[in-house]
């Protein structure tokens, strides 16, 4: 009988989940010209956490699924999948649940039809599919199983598919960009089951996506840029290394806005841009108490509490191009 969704001690027993270990892959374009997508790349996801790859476009992250889900052949380095080397035998493809970016539902089909034939490639049969199986109750699926799936909205089409994939019980799960297209309360119910998949059965998960907001929220992450890893840690950890608060300041001079605050900037400023900075580590009434007396020119100075996309300016001195309200 199928357990997903429920309690479960069974957090596998191997080290890594999934492992790259100093990965490069170099892309020919026209011309002769030469791409390096991934440049000796090393990261591992812990089995049964969440783990996220992050960054913005160009930053490798494609290419790292593709070769995590045997799309693109290993040119240099190794990557493995619950302990198997990934390459041109498919044994570790058992193990290894992958939910594409572009969905591979049939519309024409309902929600019922499609994890039915899902099951039969698997040797699963309709009602050990189906009705054994929690996870249509626990993504909240029964009420639409009926339904085609061209008539779902975007939300529904996503736990379909998530659904689906679940059926062989794997034991890793990679899932490429799925949240693109769903709106914020949609993004919220979708990640929220994923944590409790992960949660209650030990199931590893990797999230290929360009939320920052996300990643932070997640057991790891990995950070991507450029085809370099920046860093792999907690992000809760790597959020704290800012204290509770940063300052974001816009001005058309900024120098004279770090000039004006003086001594109230106890680690400096990390200033990126002749317009733009952000202070950390400092007291916020202080910093407005101070520029209250000054005649500095300020376009925005705003006190936040700190978040992934500052551990990612900081690391590489660029703005995070593809920054999503969430």
């Known amino acids: 009988m199928n357990t997903l969704l429920t309690a479960s001690t069974d957090i596998h027993a191997s080290a890594t989940a999934v492992s790259f270990e100093k990965v490069t892959h170099v892309y ?22 969440l783990t996220a790859l992050v960054g913005p476009n160009g930053s ?55 994890m039915q034939h899902y099951a039969m490639l698997f040797g699963i049969t309709s009602k050990e599919a189906v009705a054994t199986h929690r996870v249509i109750d626990a993504l909240g699926l029964r009420d639409v199983l009926g339904k085609k799936v061209k008539t779902l909205s975007g939300g529904y089409r996503r736990r379909v598919e998530l659904a689906k994939t679940l059926i062989p019980e794997p034991k890793t799960l990679i899932l490429d960009e799925p949240f693109s297209g769903l709106d914020i309360e949609s993004r919220e119910t979708f990640f929220s089951l994923l944590k409790e998949l992960q949660r209650n059965n030990g199931i590893t998960v990797i999230l290929v996506t360009h939320l920052m907001s996300i990643a932070a929220r997640c057991d790891r992450v990995v950070i991507l840029e450029s085809g370099t890893v920046v860093v792999q840690d907690d992000p809760k950890r790597l959020i704290e290394t800012f204290g509770d608060t940063v300052i974001e300041v816009h001005a058309p001079v900024v120098d004279s806005i770090l000039s004006a605050l003086g001594g109230v900037l106890t680690e400096g400023a990390k200033k990126y841009s002749d317009s733009f900075a952000i202070l950390t580590h400092v007291d916020a009434r202080d910093v407005f108490q101070k520029l209250n007396g000054e005649a500095a020119e300020v376009d925005l100075i705003e006190a936040r509490k700190p978040n992934l996309e500052d551990y990612f300016l900081t690391a590489t001195g660029k703005m995070y191009k593809t920054r999503v309200a969430a």
Do not use: C, I, M
């Open 28 to 49: 020919s374009a026209k011309k002769r010209e030469r791409v390096t997508a991934l440049n000796s790349v090393s990261f591992h996801a812990e089995p049964g956490k």
């Open 60 to 114: 490798g992250k494609s290419t790292s699924f593709q070769l995590l889900t045997g799309q693109l052949a290993v040119q240099q380095g190794a990557v493995s999948v619950n302990g198997e080397a990934v390459g041109l035998q498919t044994e570790y493809r058992k193990e290894l649940g992958v939910v594409f970016q572009q969905p591979s539902l049939d519309e024409e089909l309902t929600a019922l039809e499609n």
